[in-house]
């Protein structure tokens, strides 16, 4: 059983440009989660999905900002026209069988980006 | 609203001796509430959680926290700290709807041979 992973690692870029970040939760796990998190801050929640469904998102993600998850599986979060204020570590987390309340979330390695 | 705060960004104890992280929240409902570490360049870890039954709850790597409803705190001690300790600690809230967690600021400790 491997655990939640996310690609890729680092990501440095110049202002402006468009980044997609891929995570792939844990087989089975119907809840993912998307996080951000700045230095010397706690992580900050972003979006969630059940399954394919997208249902709810901070009001932290702004229209540059958008995550899909295709057929319930992996899940890409694209940010566009990047800024510098992006840069930050972005966490993906996973969680079985959907039941939300006091489920274990199991955390990726997460995104490092650098917005020059 | 649900938040969280933890009293002190820094903590410096040396090896051997108690481990104490200060974790509070405030929920208008009975939280579920968890202890993650962090250790450099990953992600989280998780340590332990509470969410019903008994309000001491034990954790990997010796660690240990106890649910106290009429502080509203959710404190992570160690009775003995090892250098590989020396990590990034968060406390975290459950909501009640969608599971999403609520962090607080983080604690870093750091040990003293």
């Known amino acids: 059983d491997t655990g939640v992973s996310q690609d890729p690692r680092h990501k440095i870029t110049k202002r402006g440009q468009n980044v997609t970040f891929r995570c792939d939760p844990i087989?089975?796990?119907?809840?993912l989660y998307w996080y951000r998190q700045t230095l010397g801050q706690g992580p900050e929640f972003l979006t969630y999905f059940q399954n394919e469904a997208q249902l709810e998102k901070s009001r932290l993600l702004s229209d540059r900002f958008s995550a899909e998850r295709p057929k319930g599986s992996f899940s890409t979060l694209e940010i566009q026209r990047t800024e510098q204020g992006d840069s930050a570590m972005y966490l993906c987390a996973s969680s079985p069988r959907g039941a939300a309340i006091g489920e274990t979330q199991y955390f990726g390695p997460g995104t490092r980006l650098l917005v020059l | 609203a649900q938040s969280v705060t933890q009293l002190g960004s820094h903590v410096s104890v040396s090896e051997g001796a108690l481990v104490l992280l200060r974790c509070n929240y405030s929920s208008s409902v009975p939280p579920y509430l968890f202890w993650y570490v962090q250790y450099p360049n990953q992600g989280l870890q998780l340590l332990l959680k509470y969410t019903t039954g008994a309000t001491l709850v034990k954790g990997i790597n010796g660690f240990e926290a106890e649910f106290k409803k009429s502080e509203t705190s959710f404190h992570l001690t160690k009775p003995s700290a090892h250098m590989s300790d020396a990590a990034e600690y968060f406390c975290a809230v459950s909501l009640n709807q969608g599971g999403k967690l609520i962090f607080g600021q983080g604690t870093e400790l750091s040990v003293k041979p």
């Open positions: 087989s089975e796990h119907n809840r």
